[in-house]
C-alpha cells in the first residue's frame, strides 16, 4: 500500500451483477442438416431465433433481385448459449441456411472463435458452400458428419478425402440429436483451436 | 491529484464502451452483454414501455440476441433501444471476448473447453 492519496480502482456498476463475457461458434452447413437440433441438443436453455427483415439487415436494394416476396423476407438465426462458469459464456449461432443470406454470414463470423460445419452424407453437396466460406476466411473449423437415423456408412477419412479437407481439418461422426456427441464435436473445435496455438508459438 | 471525479461513481457507465459522449449501435454486437444498473439513475423521464420491457430482462447480464429473441423483434430494433438506455445510464454494454485468430488466447480456449468438459 502506497501513498494513501491513491485513487480507488474505478468500480464501474457497483450494485449491478457482473457481466460475464461471451464468445460464440458457429453452427453451419446446407439446410437441414441438423443445425438447430445440434444448437438444441448442448444448449442449456431451449434454442431461440430472432427474425430479421432483410431490409432492416442492411441489404443493398439490387441484392434483393430475385427474392419473390420481398417485403417479408426475414431472416432468421437460431442460438443457444452455455455458460462457462461465472464470468464467460459461450453462445452458439446456426447459420441461416440459403446462400443468398451470406451477407449476414460475414458478421456472424466476425469474432467467432470459430464454427462446426454439419454434413448429411446422403447430400454432402449442401455442405459444399459453407466449407469454402470458412476456408476462404482463414476461419477455423471442424466437420461434422451428421447421421441420421444414426448411420454411418463412411468411415471419417473417407469423408475427408472427399470433401477435399486438408490434414488439420477434425472430421468427426457424430449424431446431432445427442447431447454428448454434440459437445464432443464443440471440443473437437477446441482442441483443433489450441493445436494450433501451440504449433503457432513453437515455430 | 486524485480527482474524486475518477472514483467510479461519476463515471458513466458507457465510458466503458470508448471513451464517447455519445454511445452508437457500433457498441451492440449479438454477443454484447447488457445488464440494467441496480439501481437505475433517478431521472424525470420515465421509460418508454419497450424500454422498460428491455430493463427487466436484464436485470441479471444478458445478450443482446437473447434480448431480442426473447421480445420477438429483430436484432436492429433492440440495438437502437439499447443504445437509448445506454446513453440515460440505464445499462451497461461489456463487449465479446475479443478473438485474434494471429494470436489465440489458450487461456480462454482451456477454460472453454473445461466448461465443455462438464457438460
Ligand atoms: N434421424 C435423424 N434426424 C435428424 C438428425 N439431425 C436432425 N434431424 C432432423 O432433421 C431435420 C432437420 O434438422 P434441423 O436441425 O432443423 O436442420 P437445419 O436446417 O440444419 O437447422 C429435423 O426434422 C430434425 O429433427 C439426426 O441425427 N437423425
Ligand atoms: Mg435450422
Same mark, same amino acid.
Given at each position: ?7 480507488? #480502482? ?7 451483477p ?9 453452427? $453451419? ?17 431451449? #434454442?431461440l ?6 431490409? $432492416?439487415?442492411g %441489404?443493398?436494394v439490387?441484392? %434483393? ?14 442460438? /443457444? ?9 459461450l +453462445?452458439?449461432f ?18 467467432? %472463435?470459430?464454427a ?21 476466411? /482463414?476461419?477455423?473449423?471442424v ?8 448411420r454411418?456408412? +463412411?468411415?471419417?477419412?473417407e ?32 482442441d483443433? %483451436?489450441?493445436? $494450433? $496455438? ?6 | ?9 461519476l463515471?458513466?457507465? =458507457?465510458? &466503458?464502451t ?9 457498441? =451492440? ?29 436484464? *436485470?441479471?447480464?444478458? *445478450?443482446?440476441a437473447?434480448?431480442?429473441?426473447? &421480445?420477438?423483434?429483430?436484432?436492429s ?10 446513453? *440515460? ?12 485468430? *494471429? ?15 462438464? &457438460?
Open positions: 500500500m502506497a501513498g494513501s492519496d491513491r485513487a480507488a #480502482p474505478a468500480p464501474t456498476a457497483p450494485a449491478s457482473a457481466a460475464p463475457e461471451a464468445v460464440k461458434i458457429l453452427i $453451419a452447413g446446407g439446410f437441414g442438416v441438423g443445425k438447430t437440433t445440434m444448437v438444441g441438443s448442448v444448449s442449456e436453455i431451449a #434454442p431465433r430472432t427474425e430479421e427483415p432483410l431490409t $432492416a439487415a %441489404l443493398d439490387d441484392d %434483393l433481385a430475385g427474392i419473390e416476396e420481398k417485403r417479408d423476407t426475414t431472416v432468421a438465426l437460431d442460438f /443457444g448459449r452455455i455458460s462457462i462458469g461465472r464470468e464467460l459464456v +453462445y452458439l446456426g447459420t441461416p441456411g440459403q446462400q443468398r443470406f451470406w451477407f449476414m454470414w460475414n458478421d456472424l463470423a466476425i469474432g467467432a %472463435l470459430g462446426v460445419v454439419l454434413v448429411d452424407v446422403r447430400r454432402p453437396e449442401s455442405s459444399f458452400a459453407a466449407i469454402d466460406f470458412f476456408e476462404r476466411r /482463414g476461419i477455423p473449423f466437420v461434422g458428419v451428421n447421421g441420421f437415423h444414426g454411418h456408412p +463412411y468411415p471419417a477419412e469423408i475427408r478425402e472427399a470433401l477435399a479437407l486438408p490434414e488439420h481439418v477434425k472430421v468427426l461422426l457424430c449424431d446431432a440429436r445427442e447431447r454428448a456427441s454434440s459437445r464432443d464435436v464443440l471440443i473437437a473445435l477446441i483443433q %483451436l489450441i493445436d $494450433a $496455438a501451440a504449433s503457432a508459438a513453437a515455430s | 491529484m486524485t480527482g474524486g471525479d475518477t472514483g467510479g461513481r463515471v458513466r457507465p =458507457f465510458t &466503458l470508448g471513451g464517447r459522449t455519445r454511445p452508437s449501435r457500433a457498441d =451492440f454486437t449479438l454477443i454484447t452483454t447488457v445488464t440494467a444498473l441496480d439501481p437505475q439513475p433517478a431521472r424525470a423521464v420515465r421509460p418508454q414501455p419497450e424500454h422498460l420491457r428491455i430493463l427487466r430482462l436484464c *436485470a441479471e447480464p444478458v *445478450a443482446v437473447e434480448v431480442a429473441a426473447r &421480445l420477438d423483434l429483430p436484432v430494433v433492440v440495438v437502437i433501444l439499447l443504445s437509448d438506455l445506454l446513453e *440515460a445510464g440505464r445499462i451497461t454494454a461489456r463487449p465479446p471476448h475479443p478473438v485474434d485468430r *494471429a494470436t489465440p488466447d489458450l487461456d480462454l480456449l482451456q477454460k472453454v473447453r473445461d466448461g465443455l468438459g462438464r &457438460l
